[in-house]
Nanobody, 125 residues
Framework: QVQLVESGGGLVQPGGSLRLSCATS????????TGWFRQAPGKEREFVAA????????YYADSVTGRFTVSRDNAKNTVYLQMNNLKPEDTAVYYC??????????????????WGRGTQVTVSS
């Protein structure tokens, strides 16, 4: 059974940092490009960042460019999202997903399958 599990969320003050992890069981995540999305209350799930299967290419939403960094360790079958200089508007549930289609852009939700259940990130003083 394919399972992606996000971890590392929590409560942090504005300007703080968190590192999210996306690990898998029953699934070789190293074979897939991987994306991070987030969903705030009352809003659509939106693209945050993505990384190619090799780690050689990365993509970011404009809202997080320069603050967030996506990386991966294929030996550990894990993808990371380092989030720095967090802002209250970054508060959301963060999800990782494996890219299973390649017929449109990296930020399109329909390109991704095998979603995790998410981890809550709250940025508040």
């Amino acid at each position: 059974q394919v399972q992606l599990v996000e971890s590392g969320g929590g409560l942090v003050q504005p300007g703080g940092s968190l590192r999210l992890s996306c690990a898998t069981s029953g699934f070789t995540l190293a074979n897939y490009a991987t994306g991070w999305f987030r969903q705030a209350p009352g809003k659509e799930r939106e693209f945050v960042a993505a990384i190619s299967w090799s780690g050689g290419s990365t993509y970011y939403a404009d809202s997080v460019t320069g603050r967030f960094t996506v990386s991966r360790d294929n030996a550990k079958n894990t993808v990371y999202l380092q989030m720095n200089n967090l802002k209250p508007e970054d508060t959301a549930v963060y999800y990782c997903a494996a890219r299973v289609r390649h017929d449109t852009t990296w930020d399109a939700r329909d390109q991704y399958g095998y979603w995790g259940r998410g981890t809550q990130v709250t940025v508040s003083s």
